[in-house]
């Protein structure tokens, strides 16, 4: 039950960085076109 509970974490947390990388990458892109 725990074990599962930690794996179950650990994918909401990547799939949280995933989503905070890519908004930065777009960011940084976005950032970088205008200048």
């Not at 794996?7 to 930065?24: A, C, F, T």
């Amino acid at each position: 039950m725990t074990l599962a509970n930690n794996i179950k974490d650990e994918q909401i947390d990547d799939n949280y960085n995933q989503l905070i990388n890519s908004i930065l990458l777009k960011f940084a892109l976005f950032r970088t076109k205008r200048l």
